[in-house]
């Protein structure tokens, strides 16, 4: 069954969001078609970014649960808590979003416990339900509930990373780090420095993201270059702001930190 798409409510604010490919489409398509949705890339380019704005231009309500180590499959489904001496259930978000409609998204799934896979799988096939083994019901989705999941596999290890019995049940969109020239503008509209200003730190971030993998686990993200121009636009110096929020965030390690503040005094002057 299909489900109509909605207006954004009157006077609700869309997060800003600029597309790379199709993938406001997609994520539609999806959410029309009632499909789980996968969305995979590096730290910062933007997928919660893109869920909180496709989630308001929906007009859906969004429930964001941010995966650790120590999340366990009980707490999205929840537990009975003691209150005022009676035993009583407590939803958790996972299970409000499958009651009550709406996106229900796990930010970095893999780092959460195995058995949290266990509970999402009958929720991303053509059953659509969720099991609450402890107080017996099964709960059927609604038409506009959806589940949406992130991951970045450039950062997991062997032992942290997403079954394929669980990939090829999600619908995926991969995401990238903006075009040059767009996250010159994305950068520039969010900390209100000017585009002139913002095209050196740009240049910055693209030589340290070719370094990823090699002296660095991971490089810049958009979010931290908006950061740094948030912070020359208050009137910090350029090279201090990059400093703080582009080189001390990469690496604890003296040497390579060392590396990297040469290579930023070469292009920030």
């Known amino acids: 069954m299909n489900i109509m798409l909605t207006n954004p409510p009157s006077g609700v604010d869309i997060p800003a969001y600029t597309p790379i490919g199709n993938e406001c489409e997609l994520f539609e398509t999806a959410w029309t078609r009632q499909l789980p949705l996968l969305l995979k890339g590096p730290t910062g380019c933007g997928k919660t970014r893109f869920v909180s704005h496709m989630a308001a231009r929906?007009?859906?309500?969004?429930?964001?649960?941010?995966?650790?180590?120590?999340?366990?499959?009980?707490?999205?489904?929840?537990?009975?808590?003691?209150?005022?001496?009676?035993?009583?259930?407590?939803?958790?978000?996972?299970?409000?979003?499958?009651?009550?409609?709406?996106?229900?998204?796990?930010?970095?799934?893999?780092?959460?416990?195995?058995?949290?896979?266990?509970?999402?799988?009958?929720?991303?096939?053509?059953?659509?339900?969720?099991?609450?083994?402890?107080?017996?019901?099964?709960?059927?989705?609604?038409?506009?509930?959806?589940?949406?999941?992130?991951?970045?596999?450039?950062?997991?290890?062997?032992?942290?990373?997403?079954?394929?019995?669980?990939?090829?049940?999600?619908?995926?969109?991969?995401?990238?780090?903006?075009?040059?020239?767009?996250?010159?503008?994305?950068?520039?509209?969010?900390?209100?420095?000017?585009e002139g200003l913002v095209v050196p730190l740009v240049e910055l971030a693209r030589r340290l993201r070719a370094l990823k993998g090699h002296d660095l686990e991971e490089g810049v993200s958009t979010r931290l270059l908006v950061y740094c121009a948030s912070l020359i636009d208050a009137g910090l110096p350029p090279k201090d702001a990059v400093r703080s929020a582009m080189i001390e965030p990469l690496t604890d390690e003296a040497d390579v930190r060392a590396a990297l503040l040469e290579l930023a005094g070469a292009i920030i002057r």
């Open 58 to 194: 929906l007009g859906l309500p969004l429930s964001t649960v941010s995966c650790h180590d120590d999340l366990a499959a009980a707490d999205l489904t929840g537990r009975f808590l003691l209150k005022g001496g009676d035993t009583v259930w407590v939803d958790g978000p996972l299970t409000r979003a499958v009651r009550d409609g709406g996106i229900c998204y796990l930010d970095e799934v893999v780092e959460a416990r195995k058995d949290v896979a266990v509970v999402l799988h009958p929720l991303t096939d053509d059953r659509r339900i969720l099991p609450l083994e402890r107080t017996g019901e099964q709960l059927s989705a609604p038409p506009g509930f959806m589940l949406v999941v992130s991951y970045n596999p450039g950062y997991q290890n062997l032992l942290k990373t997403l079954k394929p019995s669980t990939r090829q049940r999600f619908v995926a969109i991969e995401f990238d780090f903006l075009p040059r020239d767009r996250e010159i503008a994305v950068v520039a509209a969010e900390s209100g420095l000017a």
